[in-house]
């Protein structure tokens, strides 16, 4: 063994230091002649292709060199379509020189390999028509060697050898000495090399090292994959260097809007990048209400207690086109959204309990036009209402009602079209306003126009319609806009002091129409069901962007309540509703609200945040002391009166409880003695609610 050890330092030393000697006599006579013919050669190769205007193609050509600048004859050249999974590859010729003639545009990686060096690759984006050349440097791949311990002595075959060695260095020094015509005695020393290497024993010339001549060079159909490199799969992109112009939205920043988030994964490859969310917070309601229960949010759920809001885990999928993403949800998230989807109540089959745990979850296909074109088909996020889905992406925690009773999510199919690298054109295809499953007879219809002609503004507009999204009523059909507008007005990311000033506003307007609803007041239709409403909020980020304050809120108008959210009374939900806050047409709901909000953002993965957030209705929607939870619990009928005692009174509302109340009391019984207190239950609902607030969010 330790003669083997011996030997594979000599080799090294030969390989290493021998050829170091060589290439410096040979490189300072040829190199500046064959720098000159490698660049003609380029230059004739690329003038030489089909004229410019005869095809959409790009062409690309370069040089393949070593380290001393020496082209690089059979090296092959893969260049791999990043949008379409495609390769086409070639081979060096003797002068290094490799050409592409037939690359459709898009982006493409690059690569060059051969044994005995170092894969080196570029990451290009070609245009229609365009000319590009493309250099790849070749460094020499020089395994690692097992070195003897200086403190073992040599054996006799080791010292035989060294003394060789010597010889051989003598030799080459006195090379050194001659004119470049004795350049040809180099040639006549590899015999005395190979001599060295017939020497040694079949145990002991392991294939240690390999030299770029050890093996034949590789065929462009048997691409080289070194002993121990990570799979192409797992291997992280290349970073593009300079601006993105291609990727749609790279070209700027937006992390400062709201809705959008900040930050990137720390782990990615080829194949995926993960995604891992956690929203943990603590709320104090200052109703106090005594069964800790807040109503009329998708934020704001138990008053007095931490809680867990959102723990996600998941990410996205890519390869050869195919993509998709999913994205679980856990924690308060997982009950609270689907409670307002009474599309569960259609048929058969708990859908609910099948989707519950998915915030997204779809899979698709992209294809190589303009900037993308994407078909996608499962659950993901809507985005009407600007606000996020995700806590983390937002300038506030409790948003306003704009975005609060608008959908989270959408079932269905989507396309991406990307014309340009700053717009993006979105259809959607979908069983209904956030809906797992189709409420009546007809699919919803919308979609989305993303603009983002500068880094400082973005544009987004959202349209819905055709749905007939009433349950149990196939007459009624409704339409929806949302329109927002995000603008940047100052931005010095640097700034110790104030680094960015932006504000957000929102507008929409929706209305239902047909089987008794109308979008307007006083018509023969029925009686008016709209919805108009607004939110405002200005931000202002100072210490370099790692402090943020923002401040804003916004109104409601909803005549006939057919956006309000149901309050969770004895455990009602979007399917049974309640007796005490009905949602009929004509029943009114106008609101407003406020907040301010301060945010504390160390790393871009993490965000501790603050809050103070007003809330004010005009008709009793709030919790209040009393809570709305019937004594004992919930009794398992929440769409009737419950009795003081907490059971059910069999009784469902007429839509008038005033009406109602002498029904249900000759249920739950009469007034108790002469108290005045009714054997009738009601929960305690306020016109206002004040929630003060704080939790940490984490993003990786």
Request: glycine fraction near 10%.
């Amino acid at each position: 063994m330790s003669g083997y050890i011996g030997v594979s330092r000599i080799r090294h030393f030969i390989c290493c230091r021998t050829m170091r000697r060589a290439i410096a006599i040979l490189s300072s006579n040829v190199r500046s002649m064959v720098a000159v013919r490698v660049s003609a050669a380029l230059m004739f190769g690329l003038l030489s292709l089909p004229a410019h205007g005869q095809t959409e193609d790009g062409l690309v050509g370069g040089v393949t060199r070593d380290s001393g600048g020496k082209p690089v004859a059979e090296v092959q050249i893969v260049a791999h379509n990043l949008d379409r999974g495609t390769d086409q590859s070639t081979t060096s010729d003797a002068n290094g020189l490799y050409t592409f003639t037939h690359l459709g545009p898009g982006k493409y990686d690059v690569a060059a390999t051969k044994s005995g060096f170092q894969k080196a690759s570029a990451r290009v984006a070609i245009a229609a028509r365009e000319i590009l050349r493309v250099d790849l440097p070749l460094e020499a791949d020089i395994s690692p060697t097992t070195t003897k311990s200086n403190s073992e002595p040599l054996t006799d075959r080791e010292r035989e050898l060294l003394e060789r060695i010597d010889r051989l260095e003598t030799r080459l020094a006195a090379m050194e000495t001659k004119d470049a015509g004795q350049t040809s005695a180099i040639a006549k020393a590899a015999p005395a090399d190979q001599s060295l290497e017939a020497s040694l024993s079949p145990s002991d010339a392991r294939p240690q090292t390999t030299t770029a001549s050890a093996a034949p060079a590789p065929r462009p159909t048997d691409p080289v994959t070194p002993i121990g490199t990570v799979p192409e799969a797992l291997q992280e992109p290349e970073a593009t260097k300079g601006v993105d112009n291609f990727t749609p939205f790279a070209f700027g920043d937006f992390s400062w809007a709201n809705g959008t988030g900040r930050g990137t994964s720390v782990f990615t490859t080829k194949f995926f990048t993960p995604e891992i969310r956690f929203d943990t917070h603590f709320m104090e309601d200052f109703n106090q209400p005594r069964d800790h229960t807040m109503g009329g949010a998708t934020e704001s759920f138990r008053s007095g207690e931490f809680q867990l809001e959102q723990v996600s885990f998941g990410g996205d999928f890519r390869w050869n086109n195919v993509r998709g993403r999913i994205l679980t949800m856990d924690g308060l998230f997982a009950t609270t959204t689907p409670r307002n989807d009474a599309s569960a109540a259609v048929g058969q089959w708990d859908v609910r309990g099948a989707y519950k745990y998915f915030s997204e979850a779809w899979g698709g296909y992209s294809f190589n036009v303009n900037h993308g074109l994407n078909v996608d088909a499962g659950i993901f996020v809507s985005y009407i209402g600007l606000f996020s889905y995700y806590n983390f992406d937002n300038w506030t925690y409790q948003p306003s009602f704009v975005s609060s009773n608008t959908p989270w999510f959408f079932n269905g199919l989507r396309i991406q079209w990307f014309p340009t690298n700053k717009l993006k054109i979105e259809p959607w295809i979908i069983n209904g306003w956030q809906s797992y499953n189709k409420f009546n007879g007809k699919l919803g219809l919308g979609g989305q126009i993303l603009w983002r002609p500068k880094e400082w503004l973005s544009l987004v507009f959202n349209n819905y319609g055709m749905g007939t999204d009433t349950l149990f009523n196939p007459a009624v059909s409704r339409i929806h806009t949302d329109d927002s507008v995000n603008l940047r007005y100052f931005h010095n990311a640097e700034n110790t002091g104030i680094s960015t000033m932006a504000f957000s506003l929102t507008g929409d307007l929706g209305c239902e129409y047909g089987g008794g609803a109308s979008c307007f007041k006083n018509t023969a239709n029925g009686v008016q069901t709209a919805f108009a409403g607004w939110m405002l909020y200005n931000r202002i980020m100072w210490g370099k962007d790692h402090h943020a304050i923002t401040v804003g809120g916004g109104k409601m108008n909803n005549p006939g309540r057919y956006l309000t959210l149901l309050p969770p009374i004895n455990g009602a939900d979007a399917i049974s509703g309640s007796p005490y806050f009905t949602e009929n047409f004509g029943d009114s709901s106008k609101m407003w609200d406020g907040t301010i909000t301060y945010q504390w953002m160390p790393k871009q993965y993490i965000t501790w945040w603050t809050e103070l957030g007003y809330r004010h209705s005009n008709v009793p929607y709030w919790t209040g002391r009393g809570g709305i939870t019937p004594p004992g619990g919930n009794n398992g009928v929440p769409n009737q009166y419950a009795c003081s005692n907490g059971a059910a009174s069999g009784i469902t509302s007429s839509g008038n409880i005033a009406n109602d109340l002498p029904n249900v009391e000759a249920v739950c019984g009469p007034l108790t003695g002469n108290t005045g207190i009714s054997s009738v239950w009601f929960p305690d609902l306020r016109k206002s609610q004040t929630v003060a607030s704080a939790g940490v969010m984490v993003r990786f």
